[in-house]
C-alpha cells in the first residue's frame, strides 16, 4: 500500500527555536495533506489542510504564524512550528489524500519542548 | 464543534468478537470510516461505509450504520491478539474534500 514517511519521528528542542517536521509520500502524489495534532487520549485534531502550490488552510483556533506549513511540492508539506513552547509538545501526524478514500497517514512525529 | 465519541476502552479474550461503538455528530456526513492505531504506527483504513448503507461485511469485520441515532459500531470477529490497538471511528463532512474528523479512540485489550 502507499506509505507516508515523517521525519524526524521524534525531537526534543529547547523552548523558544523553532522545530521542523517533514511528511512525504513515497509513493504516490498527493494534492491534498493534512496535519492533525494528537494528546494524549485524545483523538486527532485537525490542524490543517494544505494542497500543494496553494497556502493551507488553517482550522479555527489554529495559529497560522506559529504553525507554518508549506507544500511545495505534490509529495512534500513541512510543518514548522515556530518559537515553540512546552505546551506545543504534542504527537503530530500527517496524512496524503489521493482519493476519495484513499487517505494515507504517516507515523507521527513526537515533539517534546523543555 | 460537537465531539465523535467513542468508548475509551475494551477488553476481550482471544477468539470472542469484539463490538467498538462510536456516535458521530452530522447527520449530514457522508462516509463514515474506522482506523487503527499500532504503537508507532501510522493510521491504517480498516473499512469505510457511506452514509446511505446499514451495513458493510469484510471478512472478519462488520460495519452497522444506524443513521437516525447517528450511531457506527465496528464488530471484529474472532478476535487474534494482533488486533490489540487504537480503533478510531471518523465521519467526512460535507464535500469530498473536507478532511476527516476524529473519535479519541477505543483501545482495544485481547487476552490469550
Known amino acids: 500500500g502507499a506509505v507516508v514517511s515523517q521525519h524526524p519521528s521524534r525531537v526534543i528542542c529547547k523552548s523558544g527555536t523553532s522545530v521542523k517536521i517533514e511528511c512525504r509520500s513515497l509513493?504516490?502524489?498527493?494534492?491534498?495533506m493534512f496535519w492533525y495534532r494528537q494528546f494524549p487520549k485524545k483523538s486527532l485534531m485537525l490542524m490543517a489542510t494544505?494542497?500543494?502550490?496553494?497556502?493551507?488552510?488553517?482550522e479555527q483556533g489554529v495559529e497560522k504564524d506559529k504553525f507554518l506549513i508549506n507544500h511545495a511540492s505534490l509529495t512534500l508539506s513541512t510543518l514548522t512550528v515556530t518559537s515553540a513552547h512546552p505546551e506545543d509538545s504534542s504527537f503530530y501526524i500527517c496524512?496524503?489524500?489521493?482519493?476519495?478514500?484513499?487517505?494515507?497517514f504517516g507515523p507521527g512525529t513526537r515533539l517534546t519542548v523543555t | 464543534g460537537e465531539d465523535v465519541e467513542q468508548s475509551l476502552f475494551l477488553s476481550v479474550r482471544e477468539g470472542d468478537s469484539s463490538v467498538i461503538n462510536c456516535t458521530y455528530t452530522?447527520?449530514?456526513?457522508?462516509?463514515l470510516y474506522w482506523y487503527k492505531q499500532e504503537p508507532g504506527a501510522g493510521l491504517q483504513l480498516l473499512t469505510y461505509?457511506?452514509?446511505?448503507?446499514d451495513m458493510k461485511q469484510d471478512q472478519r469485520l462488520t460495519v452497522l450504520l444506524n443513521k437516525k441515532d447517528k450511531h457506527l459500531s465496528l464488530r471484529i470477529a474472532d478476535t487474534q491478539t494482533g488486533d490489540s490497538a487504537i480503533y478510531f471511528c471518523?465521519?467526512?463532512?460535507?464535500?469530498?474534500?473536507?478532511?476527516?474528523?476524529f473519535g479519541k479512540g477505543t483501545t482495544l485489550s485481547v487476552s490469550s
Open positions: 496524512s496524503a489524500r489521493t482519493g476519495l478514500h484513499e487517505q494515507y
Open positions: 509513493d504516490f502524489q498527493a494534492t491534498t
Open positions: 494544505s494542497n500543494e502550490g496553494s497556502k493551507a488552510t488553517y
Open positions: 452530522d447527520s449530514s456526513s457522508t462516509y
Open positions: 461505509i457511506f452514509s446511505n448503507m
Open positions: 471518523a465521519e467526512r463532512r460535507g464535500q469530498a474534500g473536507t478532511a476527516l474528523i
